[in-house]
């Protein structure tokens, strides 16, 4: 896996006044609506001189993380229904007036501004937000183009639209949203959950090959990648233990107890495949640190899709109690812990943020076949921050000489870098396309949607979220066997030149 900071250049719509030799230059202040973000000039034009690592291109990411962050804050807040009775004093949900209604809309019964229906209208003016500019955005590779600045510029303008987007879809009546949006939703989802599966699995595989590459040079290289390892099967065996402890209990919780085991014999036989000879013989920097990170992400799956699940009672010596949850194995009475689950929300959407971002680096980085060409990349040295280098330089990798040849021969190479862009901005608007899809089925519980609350998904949880979380950590597993097995689908010509193929020969030529 490779990220990259943005490459730091100077930026020619931010210059405002010509300089010239021997003549003190005069900065001419930017219009009002410049300033104000409503012009074609970057928000950088606000910020103080004195941050000068806050450049256009992660200036404007950061907004746009700030406003899914901010959107999905609203949704929090109308899906609780503690929020909605003291700040409205209404139980039943927030309603608007009906002769308002009537009069905008036409409408007779007019929708609910709160609960599940809120959250999939805020939500579907999110997507379509990021879904328009992921399509205007397509193809662009200069960050100086008039595309770009749609990307970069017009915030205020920007966040109109969203809000007018927002206000249509409350417009829409819930027998025309519901049905078609849901679905929408559920797939969008699905996607977003493979596409996070994709990035961990590609980032223990760069990570695991980056230093492997060291090992074979310097013994402190294999020293580090032996302590990684033994670090994350360390943590994913404490995590193990702990789930035992807090979420099974003798007297029931069997499907806990078959699930935790199941997920540890998963650990166990990706840890057995990826030191196996003949894995080796096909992938020579295989091993076990790949190995312990995907263990580690599943016992986080576990452990998310363990908490989201309903509560187990249970009758014993004639009293009813609840079982599978922390806190419950010494049969106190039932009190929700928001703690463990608001961690795991918290994780979940560290996650969501990770790879909106990665997601749109490795799109510009290596092409639209991105998903297949991370896996195949060679470092050529080791690295600790091998995931993030200080510099961009796709013409020099394996997809940079073939994406854009025309580029280097037409223009000089110092033009081309300060033109190229530092992510794709369309993979990015995309991501966050699916993110804010995620995100909707997420806080409504999937395919029980109705009647949602935001207190009970994070404490009493619904089977439909405990099932998602299971299938996305069998998909995980099932991923990563078919990155250890892909090599012997198919059998590649020998490189008569390489050094095993040379020695084989080699071999034969004496035996004969």
Request: proline share 7%; aromatic share 12%; with cysteine.
């Amino acid at each position: 896996m490779v990220g990259a900071k943005a490459v730091t250049s100077p930026n020619t719509s931010l210059r405002l006044a010509p300089q010239r030799r021997g003549v003190n230059s005069v900065i001419v202040s930017p219009p009002f609506y410049q300033v104000s973000c409503c012009g074609p000039v970057p928000c950088t034009c606000c910020c103080p001189s004195r941050w000068p690592a806050l450049t256009e291109s992660p200036c404007s990411r950061l907004f746009y993380i700030l406003l899914q962050v901010g959107t999905s804050a609203v949704c929090c807040l109308l899906l609780s229904r503690t929020v909605v009775e003291r700040v409205w004093g209404k139980a039943h949900g927030i309603q608007m007036p009906s002769g308002l209604c009537a009069h905008l809309f036409g409408l007779s019964q007019c929708p609910v501004l709160s609960g599940s229906g809120a959250v999939y209208r805020v939500c579907a003016g999110t997507a379509t937000f990021h879904l328009l500019q992921a399509v205007l955005l397509i193809d662009l590779h200069s960050r100086t183009s008039l595309r770009a600045q749609l990307h970069n510029s017009f915030w205020l303008l920007k966040l109109l639209f969203l809000l007018g987007l927002c206000a249509v879809a409350f417009c829409i009546p819930d027998e025309h949203l519901f049905p078609a949006w849901h679905y929408i939703g559920i797939c969008g989802g699905f996607t977003f959950i493979l596409l996070q599966l994709v990035l961990i699995t590609a980032f223990a595989h760069s990570w695991n090959k980056n230093w492997q590459t060291g090992a074979a040079q310097d013994c402190r290289w294999l020293l580090a990648v032996l302590l990684t390892t033994l670090g994350f099967y360390s943590t994913a065996g404490a995590a193990a233990v702990l789930l035992f402890q807090h979420y099974t209990h003798p007297a029931g919780c069997l499907l806990n107890k078959m699930l935790l085991s199941l997920h540890l014999c998963f650990c166990g036989l990706l840890s057995f495949l990826s030191i196996a000879p003949c894995i080796r013989l096909k992938q020579p920097c295989s091993g076990l640190l790949q190995a312990s990170i995907i263990s580690c992400y599943i016992m986080y799956l576990t452990f998310s899709a363990l908490s989201s699940r309903p509560p187990e009672r249970v009758i014993l010596q004639g009293q009813n109690h609840t079982l599978c949850l922390p806190g419950l194995s010494k049969m106190e009475s039932h009190t929700p812990d928001t703690s463990l689950a608001l961690m795991s929300a918290g994780i979940m959407y560290a996650c969501v943020l990770f790879a909106c971002n990665e997601a749109s680096y490795l799109a510009e980085v290596f092409g639209p076949l991105w998903i297949v060409k991370v896996y195949s990349y060679e470092f050529q040295k080791p690295s600790l921050c091998f995931c993030c280098p200080k510099t961009v330089e796709p013409e020099e990798g394996p997809s940079g000489v073939a994406a854009r040849p025309a580029d280097q021969e037409t223009s000089p190479a110092p033009p081309v870098q300060v033109q190229q862009l530092s992510y794709s901005y369309s993979a990015f608007h995309f991501v966050f396309f699916l993110a804010s899809l995620y995100v909707m089925v997420t806080l409504t519980n999937w395919f029980s949607y109705e009647g949602a609350e935001l207190e009970k998904t994070f404490t009493t949880g619904s089977w439909a979220t405990f099932w998602v979380k299971v299938a996305s950590c069998w998909a995980c597993v099932l991923l990563y066997l078919g990155l250890l097995l892909a090599p012997f689908c198919w059998s590649p010509t020998p490189d008569p030149q390489h050094p095993i193929f040379r020695r084989h020969c080699h071999r034969v030529s004496i035996a004969k």
